[in-house]
Nanobody, 124 residues
């Protein structure tokens, strides 16, 4: 069974940090670009960050640049999203997805596999 499983979400105070993990089972992530997406209550899903299959290319939404860092460990078949200086507006369900880059970016329609998401709540 091919699946992606996110973990690491939770409740954190503003200014705090979390590290999300995206682990694959049933297939190897080596050949896939991995994207992190999020969906806040009442809002559309948006792309947060993306990393190419070999990790040489990364990109970030303007809203998280300088605060979030995406990385991958292909030996562990896992991708990470380190989130620092969290803000209440970062509250959302975070999803990871595996697929192909389109124009150098992770687009929804370019992703072949999706996890079920992990909830991040930033609140005092």
């Amino acid at each position: 069974q091919l699946q992606l499983v996110e973990s690491g979400g939770g409740l954190v105070q503003p200014g705090g940090s979390l590290r999300l993990s995206c682990a694959a089972s049933g297939f190897t992530l080596d050949y896939y670009a991995i994207g992190w997406f999020r969906q806040a209550p009442g809002k559309e899903r948006e792309g947060v960050s993306c990393i190419s299959s070999l990790g040489g290319t990364t990109n970030y939404a303007d809203s998280v640049k300088g605060r979030f860092t995406i990385s991958r460990d292909n030996a562990k078949n896992t991708v990470y999203l380190q989130m620092n200086s969290l803000k209440p507006e970062d509250t959302a369900i975070y999803y990871c997805a595996a697929g192909s880059l389109i124009g150098g970016l992770c687009k929804d329609y370019g992703m072949d596999y999706w996890g079920k998401g992990t909830l991040v709540t930033v609140s005092s």
